[in-house]
């Protein structure tokens, strides 16, 4: 299917999500202010930018690898979704994991989105569920090795 990502600029260093390779599942988003974040804690980092997402979609929020690699720094709620509905500014919540202050910079890469179909489903109340293989088999429950 294909899909059109509608963006509006709502800042004037605001920059489009951006593909860096052909092959790559996610779109950049880039940072439009300049924020330190202080070793263990969290910041709300601004893009500028407004999404408009095709119908049946959702954008999933995910790290990008090298900044959790190299400096220790990642999406908190990973990932985060953001509804096809919602119209306002698109922010990014960072954590430092490190044990240094990290800079977040105007027209820094800080994450990136994967647009992905939302299945609509009914909820249906049952007094019963079909068994399975795994069961009720939790965490750890299929090892380590």
């Not at 263990?40 to 930018?49: D, K, M």
């Not at 609509?120 to 068994?131: A, D, H, P, R, Y």
């Amino acid at each position: 299917m294909d899909y059109t990502l509608k963006v509006k600029l709502v800042h004037k260093d605001a920059k489009l999500p951006f593909r860096a390779n052909a092959g790559d599942a996610g779109l950049d988003l880039y940072s439009v202010e300049e924020k330190i974040i202080r070793p263990g804690e969290a910041e709300l980092i601004r893009t500028g930018i407004i999404l408009e997402l095709p119908e049946g979609t959702e954008a999933q929020v995910r790290p990008r690898s090298g900044l959790a690699l190299k400096n220790a720094v990642t999406v908190l709620n990973s990932p985060g979704t953001i509804d096809e509905g919602y119209r306002g500014e698109i922010q990014i919540i960072l954590i430092n994991h490190g044990k240094e202050e990290f800079l977040v910079e105007k027209q820094m890469r800080i994450a990136q989105i994967i647009i992905a179909p939302v299945a609509k489903v009914e909820v249906q109340e049952v007094t019963e569920v079909s068994e399975s293989k795994r069961g009720m088999n939790g965490f750890g429950s299929s090892g380590i090795k």
